[in-house]
């Protein structure tokens, strides 16, 4: 059960810790809503994992005309659709289709901004923590509170905020326009890859016909090569065969002086 005074995590971490893509993608996150930490975009995971969770299960329990499963299905999009996450004629395939964006969209850091309110998301944070922002007659200090679809349009200064003067060098201008904050579209990797071939191809100069490919080119050296091992072995035997010549040359040409001794010898004992 664990000790009721400290509450359970409200969140799930990632299972492995060095994942290059995912950090990216956080970074990002955190980067455009002016987030403190990552622990901001997990609890938005985790929200969202339930909310699919569910629809998973009521998706299958649904084709058995089962009247509960189709009165939890009709709960869950009708508190999702006061929580603006989703359109009022929308099905369970939509609860799917959603993404952290979603969830994070929903928070009061980012209405503040969107609203008006501050000049960036940061700010947005910061004013508050600080207890200048109030939602409808109650002040709200959490960055991460879900605004409602009612609740919405309630959102402003708080009664004794300085920030009531409109002359306050922190808020901003009369003529400041917040800019939407897009959402990540996702792509399939093999998309990528075929946009970037044609990015390259297009990037790439008209290719000279008198250049050979690079295929005709490794033939080519592939081919003088081989010639230039033929000449070497011809030029090889060439030597072998003058050498053995002479050592038959040679070889002839010694045997006749002792025979021209013997003789001389032998004539000399003769007229002796």
Do not use: C
Not at 168 to 179: C, E, L, N
């Amino acid at each position: 059960m664990g000790k009721p005074k400290f509450s359970r995590k409200k969140y799930v971490t990632p299972s492995h810790p060095w994942q290059q893509d995912r950090i990216k993608d956080e970074n990002e996150l955190i980067k455009k809503y002016g987030l403190k930490n990552k622990r901001e975009i997990w609890k938005a995971e985790t929200k969202l994992r339930t909310y699919r969770g569910q629809a998973r299960e009521l998706l299958a329990k649904v084709e058995t005309s089962d009247q509960q499963s189709k009165k939890e299905s009709q709960q869950l999009l009708n508190s999702l659709n006061k929580m603006n996450i989703l359109a009022a004629n929308s099905n369970l395939d939509d609860v799917l289709a959603l993404d952290t964006e979603s969830v994070l969209s929903r928070r009061l850091q980012t209405l503040t901004y969107l609203k008006g309110l501050s000049n960036t998301p940061n700010q947005a944070r910061q004013l508050i923590s600080h207890g200048h922002i109030a939602v409808g007659n109650r002040r709200v200090t959490v960055p991460g509170y879900m605004v409602s679809k009612e609740e919405e349009k309630q959102i402003g200064y708080t009664q004794d905020s300085s920030l009531n003067d409109a002359m306050h060098p922190a808020r901003p201008r009369s003529d400041f326009k917040t800019s939407p904050i897009p959402k990540k579209q996702v792509q399939d990797k093999t998309e990528k890859k075929q946009e970037e071939k044609k990015e390259e191809t297009q990037q790439k100069p008209d290719a000279e016909p008198e250049k050979p490919a690079e295929k005709d080119i490794k033939e080519n050296t592939s081919e003088v090569k081989q010639e230039q091992k033929t000449e070497n072995i011809e030029k090889t035997t060439q030597k072998q065969e003058e050498e053995k010549k002479e050592d038959t040359e040679k070889q002839e040409e010694k045997p006749q002086e002792p025979i021209k001794e013997e003789k001389n010898v032998k004539e000399e004992k003769g007229d002796n």
